[in-house]
């Protein structure tokens, strides 16, 4: 095992009130030399101000395009242990449930075949094994396929969708996020395993406009749950949070961004027609106020991270849609929507890259949406506008050859 | 041969008894303290959580002692956050003093709800990652060592969310954070060129700049890098790992403040450069940590109650904002990429200061 | 030989008397009342302002009437405003009545002051240009028969600005208008290929065309349009004058909406397109006229008092506007040129209609 | 004359209350048959919808590159007076102030030289004599000159700068804008006079916020006058408004885009150090309000119409600059800037294009400004930072090659 000595620096992020990741490192290298490798040359790397990975060739396992991220060392002849350290990302249950029978199962099977590390959870939400040989991959994926568990995405593949907690725990939720999450993750598990789209392509679920899972910034198709009639107000609810403290006027309404409310000490007051359910009152008051009772979500697309473009957040495509079991409407969308951008983006490039690059006037007439004001913040300010053939005047007589 | 294309185990089968049967019925919930909520459902069942901070990277037998905990106060049910906390699930408010007693005996912070700063979203770092720009891990400890009270209590104006990326990829929603910290590059990647040819397609890797900067050499079968247009985002060398980008001298870190995700009140928005570089500074990174806690208290001196990082910001000016917490302006915190004529303030509105 | 560089006249040879006086000295001003203007100053002196409207397109016959009249009220001091209006300026304000009886008398309309529409700020068209997709002074007109009541009352809940383009190259400020008319082409340009090779630079040609629908035959010296690239901008045209645009049976009038320039309340704004096409029907544009008034009366009934154009429908929101005016939302109204990803909606914050 | 027979469409546009564009030309055809083929023109494009002038040679005035717009009748069968139609652009005093003898006086050489129509005025401020021929150019343009008049910018010159009335008239002038407008059209006469820039440029200046020409949003160069210090109140003044019925709460306060002052029905207080000087309360109650006491300019620059790549407004570079003739400062800058951009700019391309196509932080190097945050509304989004090489760590010893 690493000694003090060996690892002063690493040693001192052990100290402070936090949990430290450095102790991890420490209690899996008890077992693991792998472990124990990845903690000297994590040293070297504090030490020298550099990470000491490289790619290497492709690895995997049978049947699967992806799930494996490959991992080798650059200085194995300081850290042979390393010399291979890939990575299994196991597809979560959704909403990151789980009985603890299922963890320790997971934890043998780990322990079994890789370092004995963890990340609970990786960014896209898997349930990431962190570092194991290119041998022991395939008996890794055995055991966890036999233990019921499965691959999440990598590659250009459709990534592990996620979902907010929604149903299972919250009373905002419009439409069931874990549902629709675990369908959709059934329903594209050969999108998932064998990457064939241009790049990545990821979904996220949140069940209201909190966004409990950052949906709208990081997923190529963002659901987020919504609804349509009057919220519904309980006011002796409200005034027993008026009495509790909350200054209804000015932590409430003053921050309606829409400024769709009215307090006068006794009773609140809601234009729904002006209001664009941005949660905020609700979230103040959740025993007073309750969403309407027509729900359904919102479907946004194209966000992702700054490579190449520039970052970009998700947009409305569809203001609302019924989200009932078995999702046909949203699936065939996003079959659709799958098969436009397969067919015109170039290498890497994501959706909303390619909706940038080719406009969003083509995706809407490829994907067959109606474009509604929803779509936009504001009309275009520049005069450059397209019309379509049909939309041109032909002089009579004259047919354009 | 064990099946492929199984999916993930059931939800459902990993499901509270009291969640199963008020599935998609609660009625409201309450912040009993930090770190406890208590949903109540239609029914007038009661789920309660406890919410626990994590360093994320977790060995299998710190899983284990989570099971085990979960297991004697929680029937075995858990489960984990969008944010990497773990949440003990119970039915039985009486068990949650104990729990949370055994949770801090072992060194869990319990916390992350309401206006609090919640875990640190972040990534692999020089744990895992072969283009990282400065380490995940480390830094993200040193910051919460100093922020643990912004964990533990809720005495912020609102939530503050955290994001670490070790490199421009930005794995997480870094891009939208109260705070993230991103690492950076700040000199041009070199190509090998004995080894462009082999390991590198130099289409791919010439169309991979963002800036035009990377052009082909055909006659050599490598690729040239324009050093006036490279603005060192690395995304050349994901592609093409033969073009090494690493500069321990030059590497670091920049602080980018005000996004966030929610819509609620304000549209979601990204972050925004604050500093443009700090030096990566193992194993504590003091200047980041100074930085960030900086810019927490600056927030929570000067915001409204439920105005986020962002929406105080844009409430008050920018120019105010660098007044506050006295980081210099630069030329560098003006946009120069595709849309920056977007950012310009074509208005004579502004604050001295 | 006159001389050359002398510059326009010396404006202060033009000042009336109390304007020399209180120059820069001014205290305070009143609106009399639709037209009329009182400015005093610290010395206790006022100038009175009455504003007529002009057509701008002006006989040296009705320069000389106008001249007439301020030599009689005014001792023959006036000012043009930005807005083409003329104003004529005086000292006794027991002339304003008798001044402003002659004035109507003679056909001018008295007002554009405050929440008024005052004149419409326009160009060419047929008259003198050669790149117009439409007229400018014929719609004006017609325009301004139908709104006449809003110019010489100030009954709107803000100033409305008014302007007419007649092409994209929009002279004028309709890019910030609250109502712009902007002429547009919607068909491509069809290079003459006798012609192109005397008449244009070929590169010139190339690099005027925003969208890159415009390449270069070499063999040929002409040039070829892509017509799926080109949006009819007529860019190319204004550079090679042998590739022209105009086409009788598709050339039009688009609507703009919601533009300001003032920074009073919200900074300045652009102008939105709401009516893509509106056909050309001299010469009184019914179609135009109808859209224009239907746009003013709706934000006559909905908007608050001091509010813009552009800052109501920023407050109501563009669905709710939309649903207002019965105007169909288009593909057109979204952008797709280089900044069309800042417009889209990125959240899930808008309203049913 | 044209008789009514003859414009039968035009003829319509003579009818309703706002004043006729047909009457003048008709009008004016009286005297000059110039004037009456116009007419007779225009009646010809109302009918066809299509305009009937076309480009050719350059021409003008010896020892002036610009000053006169060319333009050719494509019917000079039809219409053989207006053959020739050319338009030259008076430089009109600033301010747009006349004394009726020096209008008369333009009026008299009009009628000597070209077709008796006018603009009073163009767009961009100048004079505008509408129509004449070639050979009439110079004969006109010696009258103007010996009258005092000179003729204004066009092509890829600086363009006749415009002024609001400011001190000639309005309260709120922060700066002697007509003093400075006619200071730089004088100091600029060759770059107005002799095109040699890639491309038009335009000052504009407005001497506050309100921005009575429009400068954001047409003048590659604009200034726009503000104060500093504290806004004077009387609060008599706003008790007065009050009672006249200004709904002081509502209409001013409510309004105020930083939402820096108070009313409590008796004291108006304003936080002045967040108040953004945009002018509305001021605007509102100009007896009881008044500007602070320290007064200057912000420059900003950039603006234009949206031909090449989209309009653009004028952003902040000088968030003050104290105006006191000659205004060295300003000149210094504006000579700064045009010699920049005239390095710089591929033909054609304005400076609010070539900033947006090399960066702000080139053109603030190479004009010598330093970077605030006042020029941005908000800094950068994304990650594509540019270091400069002073600021990299060369390692110890290696020096850059
Ligand atoms: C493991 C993980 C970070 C973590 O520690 O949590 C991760 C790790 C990597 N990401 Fe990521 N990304 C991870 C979530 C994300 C996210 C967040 C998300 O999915 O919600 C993003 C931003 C959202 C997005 O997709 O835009 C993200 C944006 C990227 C990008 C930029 C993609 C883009 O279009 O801009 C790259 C670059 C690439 O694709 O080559 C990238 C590439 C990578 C690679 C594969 C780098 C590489 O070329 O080898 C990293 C492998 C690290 C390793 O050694 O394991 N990763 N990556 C996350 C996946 C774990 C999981 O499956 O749960
Ligand atoms: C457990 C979790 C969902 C999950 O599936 O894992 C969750 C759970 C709840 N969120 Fe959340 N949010 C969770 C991540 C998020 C995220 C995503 C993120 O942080 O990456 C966001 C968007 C953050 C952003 O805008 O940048 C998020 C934005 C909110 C908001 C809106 C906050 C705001 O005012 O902007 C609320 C409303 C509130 O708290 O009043 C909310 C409210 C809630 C409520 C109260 C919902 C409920 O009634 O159960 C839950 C307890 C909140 C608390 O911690 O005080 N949740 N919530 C996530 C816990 C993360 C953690 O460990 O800290
Ligand atoms: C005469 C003129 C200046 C000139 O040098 O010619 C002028 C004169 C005055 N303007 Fe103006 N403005 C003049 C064009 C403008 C323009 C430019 C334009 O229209 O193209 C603007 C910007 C318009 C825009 O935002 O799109 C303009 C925006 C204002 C404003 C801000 C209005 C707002 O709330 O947005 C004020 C303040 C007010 O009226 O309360 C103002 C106020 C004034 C005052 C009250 C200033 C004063 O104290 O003397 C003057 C009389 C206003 C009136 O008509 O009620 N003036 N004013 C221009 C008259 C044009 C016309 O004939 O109608
Ligand atoms: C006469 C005038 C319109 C009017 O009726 O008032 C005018 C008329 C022409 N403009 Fe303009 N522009 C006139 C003010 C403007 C303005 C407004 C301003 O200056 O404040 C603009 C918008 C501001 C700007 O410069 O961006 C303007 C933007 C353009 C453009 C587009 C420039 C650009 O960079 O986007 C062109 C195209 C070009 O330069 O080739 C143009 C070109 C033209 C030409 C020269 C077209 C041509 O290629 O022959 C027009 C000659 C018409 C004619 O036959 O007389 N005109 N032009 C205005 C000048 C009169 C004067 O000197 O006072
Ligand atoms: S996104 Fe909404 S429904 Fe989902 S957990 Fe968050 S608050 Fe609840
Ligand atoms: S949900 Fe948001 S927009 Fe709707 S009333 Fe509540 S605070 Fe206002
Ligand atoms: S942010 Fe960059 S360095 Fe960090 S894990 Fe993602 S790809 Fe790797
Ligand atoms: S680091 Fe980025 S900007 Fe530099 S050459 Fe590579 S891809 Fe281009
Ligand atoms: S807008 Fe176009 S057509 Fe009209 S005057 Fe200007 S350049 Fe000519
Ligand atoms: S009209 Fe405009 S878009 Fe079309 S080819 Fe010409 S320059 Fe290009
Ligand atoms: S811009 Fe300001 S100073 Fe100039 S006239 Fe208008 S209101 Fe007066
Ligand atoms: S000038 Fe504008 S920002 Fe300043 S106090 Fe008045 S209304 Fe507010």
């Not at chain 1, 430290?20 to 101000?49: C, G, H, N, T």
């Not at chain 1, 474009?371 to 007589?397: C, D």
């Amino acid at each position: 095992m690493a000694n003090n000595s060996e690892t002063p620096l690493l040693d001192q992020l052990e100290e402070g009130r936090w949990p430290s990741f450095v102790k991890e490192i420490k209690q899996a290298a008890q077992k693991k030399p792998m472990a124990e490798d990845l903690l000297r040359q994590l040293e070297l790397s504090y030490k020298e101000k550099i990470g000491h990975w490289k790619h290497g060739g492709i690895v995997g396992v049978k049947g699967y395009g992806g799930g494996v991220i490959g991992r080798y060392s650059d200085r194995p002849d300081l850290f042979p242990n390393v010399q291979a350290f890939h990575t299994l990302r196991v597809n979560h249950p959704t909403g990151w449930f789980y009985k603890t029978d299922a963890l320790r199962t997971l934890c043998d099977i780990w322990d079994k075949h890789g370092s004995g590390l963890t990340n609970l959870h990786g960014s896209t939400g898997d349930a990431i094994l962190l570092g194991t040989t290119t041998e022991h991959l395939q008996p890794c994926f055995d055991d966890l396929s036999n233990a019921g568990f499965d691959l999440g995405g990598s590659g250009s593949a459709l990534r592990t969708p996620s979902a907010c907690v929604g149903p299972g725990r919250c009373e905002w939720a419009c439409i069931d996020s874990l549902d629709i999450c675990n369908s959709l993750t059934l329903e594209f598990q050969d999108e998932i395993h064998r990457p064939m789209f241009p790049y990545k392509f990821k979904i996220k679920i949140s069940a209201c406009a909190n966004d409990c899972v950052a949906a709208i910034a990081r997923a190529d198709l963002t659901v987020i749950g919504t609804w349509k009639g009057n919220i519904r107000i309980d006011q002796k609810e409200v005034a027993a949070y008026a009495d509790s403290g909350l200054d209804i006027q000015k932590e409430v309404c003053n921050l309606c961004p829409t400024h769709c409310m009215t307090w006068n000490g006794k009773e609140l007051k809601i234009y729904d027609e002006d209001c664009t359910r941005c949660m905020h009152c609700i979230n103040l008051m959740p025993k007073a106020l309750r969403q309407g009772e027509e729900k359904g979500a919102t479907i946004l697309i194209g966000a992702k991270a700054p490579i190449v473009e520039g970052a970009l957040l998700s947009w409305v495509i569809v203001p609302f849609m019924k989200m009932e079991p078995p999702y046909e409407e949203l699936k065939d969308l996003i079959i659709k929507i799958q098969d436009w951008w397969s067919e015109n983006a170039r290498s890497r490039e994501r959706l909303g890259e390619l909706i940038k690059r080719m406009s969003m006037r083509k995706f809407l007439r490829a994907v067959g949406l109606p474009p509604v004001p929803q779509m936009i913040k504001a009309p275009r300010t520049n005069p450059y506008v397209f019309f379509w053939p049909e939309e041109i005047n032909r002089p009579e007589g004259k047919e354009e050859k | 041969m064990p099946p492929t294309d199984i999916g993930p185990p059931d939800y459902k089968t990993m499901l509270h008894p009291v969640i199963k049967s008020n599935y998609g019925k609660w009625r409201y919930h309450e912040i009993l303290k930090p770190g406890v909520l208590k949903h109540v459902a239609e029914s007038g069942e009661a789920i309660y959580t406890v919410r626990a901070g994590s360093p994320r990277l977790l060995s299998t037998d710190r899983i284990r002692e989570i099971c085990d905990i979960a297991d004697k106060y929680c029937d075995g049910y858990l489960r984990f956050t969008s944010r990497n906390n773990i949440e003990f699930l119970l039915d039985d408010p009486r068990k949650i003093d104990s729990l949370i007693d055994e949770l801090e005996t072992k060194n869990y912070p319990i916390g992350g709800t309401g206006h609090s700063i919640s875990n640190v979203v972040h990534t692999q770092g020089w744990v895992h990652c072969h283009t990282p720009a400065t380490d995940a891990s480390g830094p993200v400890k040193a910051v919460m060592d100093e922020l643990y009270d912004y964990f533990t209590e809720m005495k912020l104006p609102a939530h503050v969310r955290i994001a670490l990326a070790c490199c421009l990829n930005m794995c997480g929603a870094v891009h939208c954070s109260d705070i993230a910290i991103l690492g950076i590059h700040r000199t041009v990647p070199k190509p090998d060129n004995s080894l462009v040819p082999n390991l590198c397609e130099i289409p791919t890797t010439v169309a991979s700049c963002p800036t035009g900067a990377v052009r082909g050499d055909m006659k050599n079968k490598t690729v040239i890098v324009d050093e006036d247009k490279c603005m060192y985002c690395g995304n050349c060398y994901t592609v093409c790992p033969a073009m090494p980008i690493a500069d321990p001298s030059n590497d670091g870190i920049s602080i980018w403040v005000g996004g966030k995700v929610s819509n609620a009140r304000s549209a979601p928005m990204f972050s925004k450069l604050v500093i443009p570089y700090l030096p990566n500074n193992p194993p504590r990174w003091p200047e980041v940590v100074q930085a960030v806690k900086n810019i927490v208290e600056v927030y929570a001196a000067n915001a409204r109650k439920h105005e986020r990082l962002g929406e105080w910001i844009e409430r008050v000016g920018w120019e105010r904002f660098f007044t506050l917490t006295g980081i210099p302006f630069t030329d560098k915190h003006i946009d120069d990429f595709d849309m920056a004529i977007e950012t310009f303030r074509t208005s004579a509105q502004f604050k001295w200061r």
